[in-house]
T-cell receptor, first 112, second 115 residues
Framework: QKEVEQDPGPLSVPEGAIVSLNCTYSNSAFQYFMWYRQYSRKGPELLMYTYSSGNKEDGRFTAQVDKSSKYISLFIRDSQPSDSATYLCAMSDGDSSYKLIFGSGTRLLVRP | DTGVSQDPRHKITKRGQNVTFRCDPISEHNRLYWYRQTLGQGPEFLTYFQNEAQLEKSRLLSDRFSAERPKGSFSTLEIQRTEQGDSAMYLC?????????????FGPGTRLTVL
């Protein structure tokens, strides 16, 4: 079993919809959580960074972390066709190692 | 452009050849990371430097792989005797000093194809 599980999709939604992307993890030592967006054949681009549990909002994006359930989410409001990409969750414990453990990514398609 | 840069962007080689990739981190970022990403998967950690010291290596980094960061600035990743299974996107990331995990910024990657 992978340390971080993420539904690969694809997830197809109409323009303007609210998108919910999720990851589960098994390592209770993880305390830093990130979401990256990756366009085809490009490097990952950092979207959101969250420490420990709670919510964080940045424009149309909201990240949620529930450490008790080992579950993180990214919500995208008013989705746009330009949001079509692969979304990767990543996490680390930040104490024994700074390396990021990634999910396999969810491919999102926003239809005009 | 002050982001992470990688060179080359694409590399096609024949099995058994050696290849070397270069990564230039964001200026003043003292941590530098290498990851590998195959199709349909997330990036997998390979190794990490703090300044010129290589502090962590993944078990994925076989003895055919070697990474250096000689002066704490740019880094190189060399793969010797390439195999078809080495075909992947090799990503470099850098981060600034800070407590706990710092935010890692990725370069565009080097796509390696081994024929």
């Amino acid at each position: 079993q992978k340390e971080v599980e993420q539904d690969p999709g694809p997830l197809s939604v109409p323009e303007g919809a609210i998108v919910s992307l999720n990851c589960t993890y098994s390592n209770s030592a993880f305390q830093y959580f990130m979401w990256y967006r990756q366009y085809s054949r490009k490097g990952p681009e950092l979207l959101m960074y969250t420490y420990s549990s709670g919510n964080k909002e940045d424009g149309r994006f909201t990240a949620q972390v529930d450490k008790s359930s080992k579950y993180i989410s990214l919500f995208i409001r008013d989705s746009q066709p330009s949001d079509s990409a692969t979304y990767l969750c990543a996490m680390s414990d930040g104490d024994s190692s700074y390396k990021l453990i990634f999910g396999s990514g969810t491919r999102l398609l926003v239809r005009p | 452009d002050t982001g992470v840069s990688q060179d080359p962007r694409h590399k096609i080689t024949k099995r058994g050849q050696n290849v070397t990739f270069r990564c230039d981190p964001i200026s003043e970022h003292n941590r530098l990371y290498w990851y590998r990403q195959t199709l349909g998967q997330g990036p997998e950690f390979l190794t990490y430097f703090q300044n010129e010291a290589q502090l962590e290596k993944s078990r994925l980094l076989s003895d055919r792989f070697s990474a250096e960061r000689p002066k704490g600035s740019f880094s190189t990743l060399e793969i010797q005797r390439t195999e078809q299974g080495d075909s992947a996107m090799y990503l470099c990331a850098s981060s600034a000093p800070g407590a706990g995990t710092d935010t890692q910024y990725f370069g565009p990657g080097t796509r390696l194809t081994v024929l």
